[in-house]
């Protein structure tokens, strides 16, 4: 696949914004021209489903899923537009009709993805990673602020393709020669002055690095634990309060 500029179809969206019905539809029309011209052909494995290409051990999900991206000057592509996001190649994918593409992330700000009912959202971080390849998912979110002048939790998730081992025991044994995936998941607290640290999501962890609150931290920590994802982005958005 084609690595297409999302952000000449969100610029248009932007020049568009008055009217909603017309944005879909000059989108529709334009992404439809862009690829004939680009001549892009769709890659059938992605077509339906990532089940071929790993599925959630490597996408965030095995289906297509509803989502928005946001270029740099906050506007947003959605509506008749389905997405998924690649930890591996750390890629956003993008499906109109019979068509899919692989975003050019360079144009985008931030997007977020709704699996199972529940809405991610992935921004990328300068402090942490100044050329913009990563996205990183931010825990505690702040839909009001786009995280702006807020402490941040977030997360990067990489994933490494492990070619199978044809002298295996257990690959021979079951007949399963399929790549595996190796997930590695690291967490960093972001702070509104974009000093950063990394942590663990534990009590200790957590406290220490965010030191310049510490009251906040003690009120929450008195009646809640720190134990999962869960807990330490409600303890961000109490910090944020």
Known sequence: MKKILLGIL??????????????YASLDDIYRDFMLQSHTQFDKRVLNDFVGLGGDKRFLSSQ?????????????????????????????HAKWKDTCIIVNTSYVKRFFLVDNNKSHFFVKCQALDGPGKYFFESLAFDQDSNDSAKVQLLKLRKIKSIKANKNDYLANFSGDYSDTFDEKL???LVLP?????????????????LEK??????????????????DAAALIRYVNK
């Not at 509803?66 to 750390?90: C, K, R, V």
């Not at 002055?193 to 690095?209: E, F, I, P």
């Not at 609150?213 to 994802?229: G, I, P, R």
Request: hydrophobic letters at 40%; zero cysteines.
């Open 193 to 209: 002055d974009q000093t950063y640290s990394k942590v663990k999501l534990n009590k200790r962890s957590l406290a220490d690095a």
């Open 186 to 188: 690291e967490y960093y």
């Open 213 to 230: 609150y510490k009251t906040e931290v003690a009120a929450f920590l008195k009646d809640n634990n720190v134990a999962d994802e869960d």
């Open 64 to 92: 297509w899923l509803q989502g928005a991206a946001t270029n740099n000057f906050e506007a947003s592509i959605s509506g008749n537009y389905l997405f998924n996001y690649d930890f591996m190649g750390h890629e956003l």
């Open 10 to 23: 969100v610029f248009v969206a932007a020049q568009h914004s008055h009217a909603q019905g017309r944005i």
